[in-house]
């Protein structure tokens, strides 16, 4: 509403605002001949309508970019204006005369608001009108140029995309000697699909109403329902061997695929078995080894499918560390070169008491040549024994000797030990 | 013959519509413009007139226009003389009473300029008006 008059040029109404947006109207006598005429020119008239549309947008454009410059201007004279309590200036009287005159009140400017409307405002005030109303006209510029760009967009795209241009339709053909012909065989195809189905249901009740194949199918029926107890049972168990396995990772995959397959070649076999007598079915039924049944099963069913690993022993025997005359493990030097070393190394490992006296009696009879905490050199002065067998025959007791495991007065013992050992003897 | 007649027939209708109309839109626009300039003149008669009759030569205040409906007082001190737009932007001091002559003489001349161009608007309709009556001779012939 503040912007309803425009300064100087040309008195503009409220309603002028309204009219200065364009509005996309089709020219009605275009749309009229549009109605008449089947072969109407659609890309002509878009075109015709949106230049019209854009012709408008530009000259509102051009309408505001004026109004807000006027406003710029105004604003400038506004800021000089107060500097001078007054100015000589030829004062327009009339439309094309002037007068001499002065500005009397530089800081009394009188501001039409509108609808006869005026207020009294000082310079600055009238600088800050100003500046809203050149905002007012920023927006409205920018809004038309989004406005314009649409209707550019509008009118483009269309011609774009083709709108006009390969007009399909989908036609389906209406044969009035094939459609009947089409319901004939229809007819038959279904009546013949009826018959079928009434014969097979026939079939069904005679099997039924025959005492003895009632009994037969009763006995069916057990055996089927026995077979899936047996499924059951055999899963729930394999699902508890799953549980081992999974300790032992690497055959794991293997056999669930494995179990993956019994399942499949299970069910196979019983549905194409479920006639055979329930004695040969418990012969066929896996055992519950790991693999066998799934092996047995498989072999019966499907040979190509099954896999086969074959392997031989090599003549080989396998190597003895101790015997071996290549040297394998560090702790290997200990036993090819004992003369040379006159005492066995240290361990790195922190001696305990109870470990001293558990084992330096026995480390005699088992000395694989691994390092130690053997600490007397009686071995090593002797020559090496041959070394006992991984297993032995018979357990024999061990003897343990005390006081051989005293040890000398001069090593460090703990107070604690020495006390113990005293009371002991 | 039918073809030679449909082909003058053409020819007409395009001296119609691309010369005379054409003419005639230029007529009157420069009526439009002498009218205006005509009523700007009777209000600057109006005015001076005002002035003369309320003696104003000790001055007077007025709102002046600063554009945008903004307005700053302005006074006016010597209201004896006056400046006339004589055209092409220049501005001549004029006495209040040689300028009402200036006005009216003004005025006069473009009274003459408006006859002048009503002269030619009527001769261009009735040129067309023939032309136009020349076609449908030729359409019953």
Known sequence: ?425 | MTRDVSEKIHKYEIFINDVLKEDLKKIHFLRDKVLHDLAELGQLKNTLETYIDMDLENGFKSQMSLGCDFYVQANINDARTIFIDIGLGHYLEFSLKSALIYVEKRSAMLQKQLQKLAQDSADNKATIKLVLGGIQELQKG
């Open chain 1, 1 to 425: 509403m503040l912007l309803c008059e425009e300064g100087g040029i040309e008195p503009l109404n409220p309603l002028s605002f309204f009219k200065l947006i364009p509005v996309l109207v089709v020219n009605p006598i275009v749309k009229m001949h549009d109605v008449g005429n089947a072969s109407v020119n659609y890309p002509q008239l878009l075109h015709q309508t949106y230049n019209e549309a854009l012709l408008r947008n530009e000259l509102a454009q051009k309408h505001w970019q004026k109004l807000k410059e006027e406003y710029m201007t105004l604003e400038s004279f506004l800021n000089d204006l107060p500097k001078e309590l007054s100015k000589d200036v030829m004062v327009p009287v009339a439309p094309r005369a002037l007068m001499r005159g002065k500005i009397a009140h530089s800081n009394e400017i009188l501001v039409c608001l509108g609808q006869g409307y005026f207020v009294k405002r000082s310079a600055i005030q009238a600088v800050e009108i100003c500046k809203r109303r050149e905002k007012i006209c920023s927006d409205m510029l920018e809004s038309l140029e989004k406005e314009r760009n649409l209707f550019i967009g509008r009118q483009e795209l269309p011609l774009q995309q083709d709108a006009f241009g390969g007009v399909r339709e989908i036609i389906e053909e209406y044969n009035e000697e094939e459609e009947t012909h089409w319901k004939a065989e229809h007819k038959k195809k279904e009546r013949e699909y009826r018959q079928k189905l009434a014969e097979l249901r026939t079939k069904e009740k005679t099997a039924v109403v025959d005492e003895e194949s009632l009994w037969q199918r009763l006995d069916e029926l057990e055996l089927q329902e026995e077979l899936e107890e047996e499924l059951d049972r055999l899963h729930a168990e394999e699902s508890d061997m799953e549980e081992e396995e999974d300790e032992e990772g690497e055959e794991e995959d293997d056999e669930e695929e494995e179990k993956g397959n019994e399942r499949d070649t299970k069910k196979e076999g019983m549905q194409s078995e479920k006639d055979l007598p329930k004695e040969e079915m418990h012969a066929k039924c896996p055992s519950l080894g790991r693999r066998v049944s799934f092996a047995a099963l498989a072999g019966d069913e499907n040979e190509d499918e099954e896999l086969r690993i074959e392997f031989h022993h090599s003549n080989v025997s396998p190597p003895d560390p101790t015997r071996s005359e290549i040297i394998q493990s560090p702790a290997e030097l200990y036993l090819h070169f004992k003369n040379v070393f006159l005492t066995e190394p240290k361990s790195i490992l922190k001696k305990t008491s109870s470990y001293e006296n558990s084992f330096d009696n026995t480390f005699g009879e088992d000395s694989h040549g691994e390092v130690t905490e053997y600490e007397s050199a009686v071995d090593l002065s002797s020559p090496t024994p041959p070394p006992p067998p991984p297993i032995r025959e018979e357990v024999v007791e061990r003897v343990t000797n005390v006081s051989s495991s005293t040890p000398a007065a001069d090593r460090p013992v703990s107070r604690f030990k020495a006390l113990r050992q005293q009371k002991k003897r």
